[in-house]
């Protein structure tokens, strides 16, 4: 019998067959339009007909499962979104948030709360969704906005007159629970009892504290779950904001400097950092690192000069009795020792820039090395024709508004392809993340890039800035290319939790990011180094800037000498 019967079964398999090759690629586009057009017959039509031959792209099910909740039939839509969130959605953030956000409102149409608030949750978590005052006037949600899962996920209370203690208790429960929904592995550093523990102590303590002192204490439960993406930001705004002292500090090796200064405070700028409110400078640097994120031990050198410039230190870290004033010993050019009292003002500049502003005296001189030349354009390039070599500096990890930073890379290959240009140098010591979907494209057009395809041609310039997004570049650059990297070691891991997923607590106001994802650049999870590490070490040393020379490109240069490789 099974003989006999084989005939037909090949018979339907032949006539099967073509009619399945024969249906026609979806266009996308096209799909994408009729969404955009609320044309939603037209994309069930469109999609029905693609997943009888392609049931696996998840963003068709959701996309499907749109356009039946866009014609009122939340019971179809439903099992579509759910199988959309199965397949991954469309493979990014938004995607996954858009699906979890669709699949609540078509739930809460159908009367199941529960399920609406599991998937509220889940965006908010994983898919940083925070937009829920959106939801406030979509009939659907109605029901769901009294329900008490609902009020706990978004703290929804009026705050007014709510006494402090509750209030800080409140934030305090709010972060605990987020920490523990957003994060991949919350305690893959710290004990999960030590960590509770913490918590448990300054919810005890919170009634003596001031509120600078509660902001602090959040600061250094945050820093306990070690990453650089997990922190509680000093408030910028706000009854709370900290304010800025006059100084833009740096450490080189173990010995702090200021570099530049407010024009009213110019006589600092160069002098050597001996002490804070008395405490000598390597303790004072300790106990100021101890409440900000890090990825290793290079983090703290680009955080801590950030932590310097806000007055609230002097209070919060080291107990002065006056939250408005930071109380530095300093030693002069001259040799001369002083106590100098700096008084903190508004937040007037960007903390995180890579320079002072541009009117303060400081040691960057006028002819300024390339490095520090153009360090606020998102990328840049400039030839060094007795190197035969390109030097490009990446300073962000975003698109500009007249180039994106794929267009950057392929201007990069057309210029090394059309010239004589040897060596390729990318300077990324500035930059401190962006977007790392668009690394890749830039990595592409290097290497599709003939003349990098050898040895000495690429060299990586890195530094305690170069981090998150730019991390990955540099993971990148190392898996697919033969670069040398110079410099620092990189400000991260190549295997880190990162993703700067924001948060703000519902009574205080204070903001912060508890990472959402766990990046893993080599494609194995064993990789455990801190950093990346330079092959050639090139560290900036303080007479290295006052006399305006650049370590790493003359590093560069001595090894291109050392090989004759000009």
């Known amino acids: 019998m099974l003989l006999r019967s084989l005939p037909l079964v090949i018979l339907a398999f032949v006539f099967s067959v073509p009619a399945a090759l024969a249906a026609p690629t979806l266009d996308r586009g096209e799909v994408h339009e009729s969404v955009r057009s609320e044309q939603w017959d037209e994309v069930i039509s469109m999609l029905t007909a693609s997943l009888e031959t392609n049931p696996y792209y998840g963003e068709d099910w959701y996309l499907l499962g749109l356009a039946h909740s866009g014609l009122n039939d939340c019971q179809t839509a439903i099992p579509l979104f759910s199988r959309a969130i199965a397949l991954g959605a469309n493979s990014n953030t938004r995607g996954m948030r858009n699906a979890h956000v669709e699949a609540a409102r078509c739930a809460a149409d159908q009367g199941d709360l529960d399920g609406a608030v599991e998937h509220l949750a889940i965006a908010q978590a994983r898919y940083k969704f925070d937009d829920f005052g959106s939801l406030v006037d979509d009939s659907r949600f109605a029901a769901l906005l009294k329900h008490p899962g609902y009020r706990q996920l978004t703290a929804s209370r009026d705050w007014s007159g709510v006494d402090r203690v509750e209030g800080w208790s409140a934030d305090l429960d709010y972060f605990i629970d ?68 006059p100084i833009w500090p740096y450490v080189f090796g173990d010995e702090w400097r200021i570099l530049a200064a407010a024009p009213e405070f110019s006589r600092l700028v160069g002098a050597r950092m001996v002490d804070i409110e008395g405490v000598p400078m390597a303790e004072a640097a300790e106990r100021i690192a101890a409440p900000l994120p890090r990825d290793n031990d290079m983090t703290p050198k680009w955080t801590t000069a950030l932590a310097l410039q806000f007055a609230e230190i002097s209070q919060t870290i080291f107990g002065a009795e006056d ?179 924001g948060f703000q607590l519902p009574y205080s106001g204070l903001m912060g990011s508890i990472s959402s994802r766990r990046f893993q650049n080599r494609f194995i999870s064993d990789d455990e180094r801190p950093w990346i590490a330079p092959d050639i070490v090139a560290e900036l040393e303080f007479d290295d800037l006052r006399e305006g020379r650049d370590p790493a490109l ?13």
């Open 178 to 245: 987020l920490m523990e929904r957003r994060h991949p592995d919350p305690f893959h550093t710290v004990e999960e009892a030590d960590w509770y523990a913490a918590i448990a102590m300054l919810r005890e303590h919170i009634p003596g504290l001031s509120d600078l002192e509660v902001v602090l204490g959040f600061m250094r439960i945050a820093a306990m779950i070690g990453d650089g993406h997990t922190l509680v930001y000093p408030p910028f705004a706000g009854p709370l904001a900290f304010h800025l002292t």
């Open 323 to 501: 939250a408005c004033c930071l109380t530095i010993g300093v030693e002069l050019a001259s040799g001369e020792r002083r106590n100098v009292k700096l008084t903190g003002g508004a937040i007037d500049r960007n903390p995180m820039s890579a320079w002072a502003p541009a009117h303060w005296p400081g040691l960057r001189p006028d002819h300024a090395v390339s490095w520090l030349k153009n360090f606020d354009a998102l990328h840049w390039y400039e030839e060094i024709d007795d190197l035969n070599a390109i030097y490009a500096q990446i300073n962000q990890i975003r698109d500009g508004d007249e180039q994106s930073l794929e267009e950057f890379g392929h201007e990069l290959r057309q210029r090394m392809t059309e010239g004589t240009y040897r060596h390729l140098i990318l300077d990324l010591r500035h930059n401190n993340g962006g977007n790392g979907y668009l690394n890749w494209p830039f990595v592409r057009e290097l290497v599709r890039t003939q003349a990098l395809d050898r040895p000495d041609s690429l060299f990586v310039i890195t530094g305690r800035r170069t981090f998150s997004a730019a991390m990955l570049l540099s993971s990148m650059l190392e898996s697919h290319t033969d670069a040398i990297f110079v410099g620092e070691p990189t400000g991260s891991r190549p295997q880190f939790y990162g993703e700067d997923t």
């Open 554 to 566: 003359l590093a560069i240069r001595r090894y291109l000498e050392s090989r004759q490789e000009y």
